[in-house]
Protein backbone atom coordinates (compact mmCIF):
# COMPACT_ATOMS: atom_id res chain seq x y z
CA UNK A 1 0.00 0.00 0.00
CA UNK A 2 2.59 2.31 0.80
CA UNK A 3 4.09 1.36 -2.61
CA UNK A 4 0.88 2.84 -4.08
CA UNK A 5 0.98 5.40 -2.61
CA UNK A 6 4.15 6.74 -3.35
CA UNK A 7 3.58 5.92 -7.45
CA UNK A 8 0.60 7.93 -6.96
CA UNK A 9 2.73 10.76 -5.38
CA UNK A 10 5.20 10.65 -8.27
CA UNK A 11 2.13 10.39 -10.80
CA UNK A 12 1.05 13.54 -9.23
CA UNK A 13 3.87 15.20 -9.75
CA UNK A 14 3.67 14.25 -13.27
CA UNK A 15 2.31 17.73 -15.05
CA UNK A 16 3.17 15.99 -18.54
CA UNK A 17 0.44 13.49 -17.96
CA UNK A 18 -2.56 16.06 -17.46
CA UNK A 19 -1.60 18.45 -21.02
CA UNK A 20 -2.29 14.67 -22.97
CA UNK A 21 -5.25 15.37 -24.42
CA UNK A 22 -6.07 11.42 -24.09
CA UNK A 23 -7.85 10.53 -21.19
CA UNK A 24 -5.21 8.41 -18.90
CA UNK A 25 -5.79 6.66 -15.15
CA UNK A 26 -4.07 4.80 -13.13
CA UNK A 27 -5.23 1.63 -11.04
CA UNK A 28 -3.77 -0.60 -8.31
CA UNK A 29 -3.53 -3.90 -8.72
CA UNK A 30 -6.53 -4.52 -6.90
CA UNK A 31 -8.30 -2.47 -9.56
CA UNK A 32 -8.95 0.85 -7.43
CA UNK A 33 -8.85 3.77 -9.11
CA UNK A 34 -5.05 5.73 -7.69
CA UNK A 35 -5.03 8.83 -10.50
CA UNK A 36 -7.15 10.11 -13.08
CA UNK A 37 -5.61 13.19 -15.44
CA UNK A 38 -8.25 16.16 -16.02
CA UNK A 39 -8.96 14.73 -19.73
CA UNK A 40 -10.27 11.47 -17.64
CA UNK A 41 -11.91 13.56 -15.41
CA UNK A 42 -13.79 15.75 -18.16
CA UNK A 43 -14.77 12.03 -19.54
CA UNK A 44 -15.89 10.28 -16.86
CA UNK A 45 -16.33 12.43 -13.66
CA UNK A 46 -14.14 11.76 -10.60
CA UNK A 47 -13.77 8.19 -9.50
CA UNK A 48 -10.18 8.15 -7.39
CA UNK A 49 -10.72 5.38 -4.96
CA UNK A 50 -13.20 3.65 -6.85
CA UNK A 51 -13.08 0.13 -8.34
CA UNK A 52 -12.51 0.65 -12.22
CA UNK A 53 -15.21 -2.49 -13.13
CA UNK A 54 -17.74 -0.22 -11.31
CA UNK A 55 -16.97 3.10 -12.02
CA UNK A 56 -16.39 2.71 -15.61
CA UNK A 57 -18.68 -0.57 -16.56
CA UNK A 58 -21.26 -0.54 -13.76
CA UNK A 59 -20.04 -4.05 -12.99
CA UNK A 60 -19.75 -5.93 -9.49
CA UNK A 61 -16.53 -7.76 -10.89
CA UNK A 62 -13.42 -7.43 -13.25
CA UNK A 63 -14.89 -7.08 -16.64
CA UNK A 64 -14.23 -10.02 -18.95
CA UNK A 65 -11.29 -10.25 -20.94
CA UNK A 66 -9.79 -7.36 -19.00
CA UNK A 67 -6.61 -5.79 -20.44
CA UNK A 68 -5.78 -4.50 -16.89
CA UNK A 69 -6.13 -8.21 -15.38
CA UNK A 70 -3.94 -9.50 -18.50
CA UNK A 71 -1.47 -6.99 -17.85
CA UNK A 72 -0.97 -7.89 -14.17
CA UNK A 73 -0.84 -11.58 -15.04
CA UNK A 74 1.71 -11.42 -18.18
CA UNK A 75 3.17 -8.23 -17.99
CA UNK A 76 2.46 -7.18 -21.27
CA UNK A 77 0.38 -4.17 -23.01
CA UNK A 78 -2.55 -4.73 -23.55
CA UNK A 79 -5.03 -3.24 -26.28
CA UNK A 80 -9.24 -3.43 -26.34
CA UNK A 81 -11.60 -1.38 -27.98
CA UNK A 82 -14.69 -0.76 -26.40
CA UNK A 83 -17.92 1.31 -26.72
CA UNK A 84 -20.60 2.96 -24.44
CA UNK A 85 -23.28 4.70 -25.11
CA UNK A 86 -24.00 8.18 -24.06
CA UNK A 87 -26.78 11.11 -24.77
CA UNK A 88 -24.74 11.83 -28.01
CA UNK A 89 -24.64 8.08 -29.48
CA UNK A 90 -22.14 5.47 -28.76
CA UNK A 91 -18.52 6.48 -28.02
CA UNK A 92 -16.05 4.25 -29.19
CA UNK A 93 -12.24 4.30 -27.32
CA UNK A 94 -9.39 2.33 -27.70
CA UNK A 95 -8.22 1.33 -24.34
CA UNK A 96 -4.12 0.52 -23.49
CA UNK A 97 -2.91 -1.12 -20.23
CA UNK A 98 0.15 -1.15 -19.49
CA UNK A 99 2.24 -2.31 -16.04
CA UNK A 100 4.07 -0.08 -13.68
CA UNK A 101 6.79 -1.76 -11.80
CA UNK A 102 8.50 -0.60 -8.57
CA UNK A 103 12.19 -0.81 -8.30
CA UNK A 104 12.32 -4.27 -7.60
CA UNK A 105 10.38 -5.11 -10.91
CA UNK A 106 7.53 -6.37 -9.55
CA UNK A 107 4.42 -5.36 -10.72
CA UNK A 108 2.48 -2.94 -8.28
CA UNK A 109 -0.25 -0.81 -10.16
CA UNK A 110 -1.31 -0.43 -14.64
CA UNK A 111 -1.63 2.63 -16.61
CA UNK A 112 -4.41 3.16 -19.01
CA UNK A 113 -4.96 5.39 -21.81
CA UNK A 114 -8.17 5.84 -23.37
CA UNK A 115 -8.26 6.97 -26.91
CA UNK A 116 -11.60 8.24 -28.71
CA UNK A 117 -11.33 6.46 -31.59
CA UNK A 118 -15.15 7.27 -32.76
CA UNK A 119 -14.19 9.31 -35.77
CA UNK A 120 -11.94 6.23 -36.97
CA UNK A 121 -14.45 3.85 -36.79
CA UNK A 122 -17.66 6.03 -38.69
CA UNK A 123 -14.65 6.42 -41.51
CA UNK A 124 -13.73 2.45 -41.21
CA UNK A 125 -17.47 1.90 -41.37
CA UNK A 126 -17.69 4.49 -44.12
CA UNK A 127 -15.00 2.49 -45.88
CA UNK A 128 -16.68 -0.77 -45.50
CA UNK A 129 -19.57 0.32 -46.98
CA UNK A 130 -17.73 2.02 -50.03
CA UNK A 131 -15.92 -1.32 -50.39
CA UNK A 132 -19.01 -3.50 -50.22
CA UNK A 133 -20.38 -0.82 -52.74
CA UNK A 134 -17.30 -1.17 -54.70
CA UNK A 135 -17.61 -5.27 -54.34
CA UNK A 136 -21.22 -5.12 -55.96
CA UNK A 137 -20.63 -3.17 -58.64
CA UNK A 138 -17.50 -4.87 -59.76
CA UNK A 139 -19.73 -8.16 -59.53
CA UNK A 140 -22.09 -6.53 -61.68
CA UNK A 141 -19.52 -4.72 -63.97
CA UNK A 142 -18.10 -8.30 -64.59
CA UNK A 143 -22.08 -10.10 -64.31
CA UNK A 144 -22.95 -7.96 -67.25
CA UNK A 145 -18.98 -8.03 -69.63
CA UNK A 146 -19.22 -12.06 -68.92
CA UNK A 147 -23.32 -11.87 -70.45
CA UNK A 148 -22.62 -9.89 -72.89
CA UNK A 149 -22.93 -11.32 -76.53
CA UNK A 150 -19.70 -10.16 -77.96
CA UNK A 151 -15.86 -11.40 -77.14
CA UNK A 152 -14.81 -9.35 -74.44
CA UNK A 153 -10.65 -9.08 -73.84
CA UNK A 154 -8.39 -6.58 -71.83
CA UNK A 155 -4.88 -6.54 -72.95
CA UNK A 156 -2.41 -4.08 -71.09
CA UNK A 157 0.34 -2.05 -72.13
CA UNK A 158 2.45 -4.54 -73.45
CA UNK A 159 -0.41 -6.56 -75.31
CA UNK A 160 -1.11 -8.99 -72.74
CA UNK A 161 -4.18 -10.48 -72.36
CA UNK A 162 -5.12 -9.65 -68.50
CA UNK A 163 -9.31 -10.38 -68.78
CA UNK A 164 -11.47 -12.72 -70.96
CA UNK A 165 -15.08 -12.87 -70.75
CA UNK A 166 -17.42 -16.49 -71.12
CA UNK A 167 -18.08 -16.01 -74.67
CA UNK A 168 -14.21 -15.25 -75.10
CA UNK A 169 -12.77 -18.12 -73.31
CA UNK A 170 -15.56 -20.73 -74.93
CA UNK A 171 -14.62 -19.68 -78.25
CA UNK A 172 -10.91 -18.62 -77.90
CA UNK A 173 -9.58 -20.46 -75.00
CA UNK A 174 -8.28 -19.37 -71.86
CA UNK A 175 -5.65 -16.90 -73.08
CA UNK A 176 -4.98 -14.61 -70.12
CA UNK A 177 -1.51 -14.14 -69.62
CA UNK A 178 -0.22 -14.73 -73.47
CA UNK A 179 0.25 -11.72 -76.02
CA UNK A 180 -3.09 -11.14 -77.89
CA UNK A 181 -1.27 -11.51 -81.18
CA UNK A 182 0.47 -15.04 -80.29
CA UNK A 183 -2.86 -16.37 -78.83
CA UNK A 184 -5.24 -14.91 -81.67
CA UNK A 185 -3.12 -14.51 -84.81
CA UNK A 186 -0.23 -16.90 -84.23
CA UNK A 187 1.98 -14.51 -84.57
CA UNK A 188 5.62 -13.57 -83.19
CA UNK A 189 4.91 -9.58 -82.65
CA UNK A 190 2.52 -6.92 -82.84
CA UNK A 191 -0.06 -6.95 -85.70
CA UNK A 192 0.63 -4.42 -88.59
CA UNK A 193 -1.92 -1.58 -87.98
CA UNK A 194 -2.89 -2.69 -84.91
CA UNK A 195 -5.84 -0.92 -83.43
CA UNK A 196 -4.70 -1.14 -79.60
CA UNK A 197 -1.60 0.35 -80.68
CA UNK A 198 -3.15 3.18 -82.15
CA UNK A 199 -5.51 3.47 -79.22
CA UNK A 200 -2.36 3.97 -76.54
CA UNK A 201 -0.88 6.41 -79.30
CA UNK A 202 -3.81 8.64 -79.57
CA UNK A 203 -6.31 7.66 -76.77
CA UNK A 204 -8.59 7.31 -79.23
CA UNK A 205 -11.46 4.47 -80.23
CA UNK A 206 -9.94 2.62 -83.17
CA UNK A 207 -12.04 -0.13 -85.01
CA UNK A 208 -11.73 -2.31 -87.84
CA UNK A 209 -12.52 -5.67 -89.53
CA UNK A 210 -11.18 -8.59 -89.93
CA UNK A 211 -11.53 -12.29 -91.89
CA UNK A 212 -10.30 -15.52 -90.63
CA UNK A 213 -10.89 -18.96 -92.12
CA UNK A 214 -12.83 -20.65 -88.68
CA UNK A 215 -14.07 -24.35 -88.93
CA UNK A 216 -14.24 -24.31 -92.52
CA UNK A 217 -15.70 -21.02 -93.09
CA UNK A 218 -15.08 -17.47 -93.07
CA UNK A 219 -15.95 -15.81 -89.63
CA UNK A 220 -16.39 -11.70 -90.35
CA UNK A 221 -15.25 -9.81 -87.02
CA UNK A 222 -15.53 -6.24 -86.03
CA UNK A 223 -13.15 -5.28 -83.65
CA UNK A 224 -13.28 -1.94 -81.24
CA UNK A 225 -10.26 -0.88 -79.27
CA UNK A 226 -10.86 1.58 -76.52
CA UNK A 227 -8.52 2.66 -74.04
CA UNK A 228 -8.67 2.22 -70.47
CA UNK A 229 -7.38 5.08 -67.82
CA UNK A 230 -6.82 5.23 -64.20
CA UNK A 231 -7.53 8.29 -61.50
CA UNK A 232 -4.66 10.08 -63.40
CA UNK A 233 -5.87 9.65 -66.86
CA UNK A 234 -2.82 7.66 -67.64
CA UNK A 235 -3.55 4.70 -70.26
CA UNK A 236 -3.01 1.34 -68.56
CA UNK A 237 -5.35 -0.55 -70.66
CA UNK A 238 -7.22 -1.40 -73.52
CA UNK A 239 -10.30 -3.10 -73.76
CA UNK A 240 -11.43 -5.42 -77.27
CA UNK A 241 -14.56 -5.80 -77.83
CA UNK A 242 -14.88 -8.48 -80.85
CA UNK A 243 -18.55 -8.82 -82.53
CA UNK A 244 -19.35 -11.52 -85.21
CA UNK A 245 -20.90 -10.06 -88.15
CA UNK A 246 -21.22 -12.78 -90.30
CA UNK A 247 -24.91 -12.10 -90.87
CA UNK A 248 -24.41 -8.71 -91.40
CA UNK A 249 -21.87 -9.18 -94.37
CA UNK A 250 -24.88 -11.73 -95.74
CA UNK A 251 -27.38 -8.75 -95.48
CA UNK A 252 -24.99 -6.22 -96.81
CA UNK A 253 -24.08 -8.52 -99.63
CA UNK A 254 -27.88 -9.44 -100.21
CA UNK A 255 -28.55 -5.86 -100.22
CA UNK A 256 -25.49 -5.06 -102.83
CA UNK A 257 -26.95 -8.00 -104.94
CA UNK A 258 -30.81 -6.34 -104.91
CA UNK A 259 -28.88 -2.68 -105.40
CA UNK A 260 -27.26 -3.98 -108.49
CA UNK A 261 -30.09 -5.80 -109.99
CA UNK A 262 -31.94 -2.22 -109.07
CA UNK A 263 -30.13 0.03 -110.73
CA UNK A 264 -30.07 -2.78 -113.63
CA UNK A 265 -33.56 -2.35 -113.90
CA UNK A 266 -33.40 1.05 -113.84
CA UNK A 267 -30.81 1.76 -116.45
CA UNK A 268 -33.51 -1.22 -118.65
CA UNK A 269 -36.48 1.02 -117.64
CA UNK A 270 -34.70 4.61 -118.65
CA UNK A 271 -33.45 2.77 -121.84
CA UNK A 272 -37.53 1.97 -122.50
CA UNK A 273 -38.57 5.37 -121.49
CA UNK A 274 -36.29 7.43 -123.80
CA UNK A 275 -37.39 4.59 -126.47
CA UNK A 276 -41.07 5.64 -125.54
CA UNK A 277 -40.32 9.15 -125.72
CA UNK A 278 -38.72 9.06 -128.87
CA UNK A 279 -41.62 7.01 -130.59
CA UNK A 280 -44.28 9.66 -128.74
CA UNK A 281 -42.18 12.50 -130.26
CA UNK A 282 -42.41 10.65 -133.46
CA UNK A 283 -46.24 10.39 -132.82
CA UNK A 284 -46.77 14.15 -131.71
CA UNK A 285 -45.08 15.03 -134.54
CA UNK A 286 -46.80 13.01 -136.84
CA UNK A 287 -50.36 14.55 -135.08
CA UNK A 288 -49.06 17.85 -135.59
CA UNK A 289 -48.70 16.99 -139.35
CA UNK A 290 -52.45 15.56 -139.39
CA UNK A 291 -53.64 18.78 -137.37
CA UNK A 292 -52.31 20.94 -140.09
CA UNK A 293 -53.24 18.70 -142.77
CA UNK A 294 -56.75 18.99 -141.35
CA UNK A 295 -56.55 22.26 -141.51
CA UNK A 296 -55.34 22.87 -144.50
CA UNK A 297 -58.40 20.52 -145.59
CA UNK A 298 -60.54 22.69 -143.75
CA UNK A 299 -59.98 25.91 -145.24
CA UNK A 300 -59.32 24.06 -148.97
CA UNK A 301 -62.94 22.53 -149.14
CA UNK A 302 -64.53 26.30 -147.44
CA UNK A 303 -62.32 27.70 -150.39
CA UNK A 304 -63.36 25.62 -153.11
CA UNK A 305 -66.44 23.77 -152.22
CA UNK A 306 -68.50 26.79 -149.89
CA UNK A 307 -67.28 30.36 -151.08
CA UNK A 308 -67.77 29.54 -155.30
CA UNK A 309 -71.79 29.11 -154.17
CA UNK A 310 -71.64 32.10 -151.68
CA UNK A 311 -70.17 34.52 -154.52
CA UNK A 312 -72.86 32.66 -156.95
CA UNK A 313 -75.74 33.09 -154.68
CA UNK A 314 -74.66 36.99 -154.05
CA UNK A 315 -74.66 37.65 -157.49
CA UNK A 316 -77.66 35.99 -158.30
CA UNK A 317 -79.76 37.46 -155.36
CA UNK A 318 -81.15 41.32 -155.82
CA UNK A 319 -82.79 41.53 -152.21
CA UNK A 320 -80.71 43.77 -150.09
CA UNK A 321 -81.95 41.44 -146.86
CA UNK A 322 -80.85 38.10 -148.30
CA UNK A 323 -77.82 39.75 -149.68
CA UNK A 324 -76.83 40.61 -145.90
CA UNK A 325 -77.43 37.49 -144.80
CA UNK A 326 -75.41 35.94 -147.21
CA UNK A 327 -72.48 38.03 -146.06
CA UNK A 328 -73.40 37.43 -142.29
CA UNK A 329 -73.19 33.27 -143.64
CA UNK A 330 -69.83 33.85 -145.22
CA UNK A 331 -68.54 35.83 -142.44
CA UNK A 332 -69.36 33.15 -140.06
CA UNK A 333 -68.48 30.41 -141.32
CA UNK A 334 -65.01 32.40 -141.96
CA UNK A 335 -64.81 32.82 -138.01
CA UNK A 336 -65.31 29.06 -138.03
CA UNK A 337 -62.27 28.01 -139.12
CA UNK A 338 -60.37 31.36 -138.09
CA UNK A 339 -58.79 31.64 -134.33
CA UNK A 340 -61.23 34.40 -133.26
CA UNK A 341 -64.07 32.44 -133.18
CA UNK A 342 -62.14 29.96 -130.57
CA UNK A 343 -60.88 32.44 -128.10
CA UNK A 344 -64.15 34.09 -128.45
CA UNK A 345 -66.37 30.94 -127.14
CA UNK A 346 -63.74 29.36 -125.39
CA UNK A 347 -62.04 32.14 -123.62
CA UNK A 348 -65.28 33.72 -122.51
CA UNK A 349 -68.14 30.93 -122.12
CA UNK A 350 -70.03 33.88 -120.76
CA UNK A 351 -71.26 35.09 -123.90
CA UNK A 352 -75.01 34.25 -125.23
CA UNK A 353 -75.07 33.14 -128.50
CA UNK A 354 -76.88 36.26 -129.38
CA UNK A 355 -73.57 38.30 -127.84
CA UNK A 356 -71.48 35.78 -129.99
CA UNK A 357 -73.33 36.75 -133.02
CA UNK A 358 -73.40 41.30 -132.40
CA UNK A 359 -69.42 41.08 -131.57
CA UNK A 360 -68.93 39.10 -135.01
CA UNK A 361 -70.97 42.00 -136.21
CA UNK A 362 -69.19 44.99 -134.48
CA UNK A 363 -65.92 42.97 -135.09
CA UNK A 364 -67.19 43.22 -139.06
CA UNK A 365 -67.46 46.89 -138.87
CA UNK A 366 -71.73 46.71 -138.77
CA UNK A 367 -73.60 49.93 -137.14
CA UNK A 368 -76.38 49.28 -134.90
CA UNK A 369 -79.40 49.88 -137.32
CA UNK A 370 -77.02 47.27 -139.58
CA UNK A 371 -77.36 44.88 -136.35
CA UNK A 372 -81.87 46.07 -136.31
CA UNK A 373 -82.16 45.16 -139.73
CA UNK A 374 -80.08 41.53 -139.92
CA UNK A 375 -80.83 40.18 -137.01
CA UNK A 376 -84.25 42.16 -137.02
CA UNK A 377 -84.36 43.05 -133.48
CA UNK A 378 -84.71 46.26 -132.18
CA UNK A 379 -82.19 49.51 -131.38
CA UNK A 380 -82.27 49.23 -127.58
CA UNK A 381 -81.74 45.60 -127.58
CA UNK A 382 -78.62 45.76 -130.02
CA UNK A 383 -77.77 48.48 -127.47
CA UNK A 384 -78.15 46.39 -124.32
CA UNK A 385 -75.96 43.53 -125.95
CA UNK A 386 -73.21 46.10 -126.36
CA UNK A 387 -73.37 46.87 -123.15
CA UNK A 388 -73.06 43.36 -122.25
CA UNK A 389 -70.43 42.87 -124.40
CA UNK A 390 -68.61 45.70 -122.73
CA UNK A 391 -68.62 44.70 -119.49
CA UNK A 392 -67.83 41.34 -119.94
CA UNK A 393 -64.69 42.42 -121.82
CA UNK A 394 -64.12 44.35 -118.70
CA UNK A 395 -64.04 47.84 -120.78
CA UNK A 396 -67.62 49.35 -119.49
CA UNK A 397 -67.51 52.94 -118.96
CA UNK A 398 -64.32 53.49 -120.80
CA UNK A 399 -63.32 54.89 -123.44
CA UNK A 400 -62.10 52.03 -125.38
CA UNK A 401 -63.28 50.96 -129.09
CA UNK A 402 -65.26 47.81 -128.92
CA UNK A 403 -64.41 47.06 -132.32
CA UNK A 404 -60.66 47.39 -131.68
CA UNK A 405 -60.58 45.59 -128.62
CA UNK A 406 -62.61 42.37 -130.56
CA UNK A 407 -60.11 42.41 -133.10
CA UNK A 408 -57.73 41.97 -130.63
CA UNK A 409 -58.79 38.87 -129.39
CA UNK A 410 -58.39 37.49 -133.16
CA UNK A 411 -54.35 38.61 -133.09
Not at 147 to 158: E, H, M, P
Not at 174 to 192: S, V
Not at 205 to 225: F, Q, S
Request: proline fraction near 2%; include cysteine.
Amino acid sequence: MLQSQQLLAKIQNLEILDSIGDPISVQDTSFRVLYQNTRHRETVGDKVGEFCYRAYQNQDRVCEGCHLAMSFEDGKIHTVERSRKTDNGTVYSENTASPLHDSSGNIIAGIEIVKNISDRKQLEQKLRVAVLKAENETAKTETIIEAIGDYVSIQDRDLKIIYQNKISRDNFGDNIGEYCYKAYHGRDQACDNCHLLMCFNDGKIHRLERAAPRNNTTMHTEHTASPLRNKSGDIIAGIEVVRDVGERKIVEKALKKAHDGLENRVKERTLELEESNTALKVLLKQREQDQKEFENNILSNMKHLVHPYLEKLKKNRVMSTELVYLNLLESNLNEIVSPFSSKLSYKHLDFTPKEILIANLIKEGKQDKDMVDILNISLETVKSHRQNIRKKLGIYGKRSNLRVKLISLAE
